[in-house]
């Protein structure tokens, strides 16, 4: 259950709920225009905690993300060329760009704006490489 209250000229909202370990948590956000728009969101954060979808926003980078992905990758029936290859694509084009960003701060947009940056001295055939 959402509490509310009115910090200033915005509106807040705290949810205390138990994670799937059964460790009480609290989740608040603030920053909203109207009581109205902090009951929306509350609720589905509400509703994304109940179906257990909710993530808690984290500090990870996209290489310390990739790191952990690439050692899951390789565990799974792959043939060696094919990892190698993911993993040069990797190190070569997308660390160098986002390594050090992290997850929660990549927006599609930069991503799109780096697509058309690679446009311009790859292949279409290449990027789409690049991309899966």
Do not use: C
Not at 63 to 84: C, D, G, P, T, V
Not at 95 to 108: A, M, N, Q, Y
């Amino acid at each position: 259950m959402a509490s509310f209250r009115k910090r200033a000229d915005k509106w807040e909202y705290r949810i205390i709920y138990n994670d799937a370990t059964g460790k009480r948590k609290e989740k608040t956000r603030g920053g909203f225009n109207t009581k109205k728009e902090a009951q929306i969101r509350a609720s589905e954060v509400e509703k994304e905690i109940n179906n257990q979808t909710y993530l808690e926003p984290t500090n990870m980078t996209l290489s310390s993300f990739i790191q952990e992905w690439i050692k899951l990758y390789a565990n799974s029936k792959m043939r060696a060329s094919s990892l190698a290859s993911r993993t040069m694509n990797i190190e070569k084009h997308i660390l160098p760009r986002f390594g050090k960003s992290k997850l929660v701060r990549i927006r599609s947009v930069d991503i799109q704006e780096y697509y058309i940056e690679l446009s311009r001295s790859l292949s279409p055939a290449t990027i789409q490489i690049i991309h899966n």
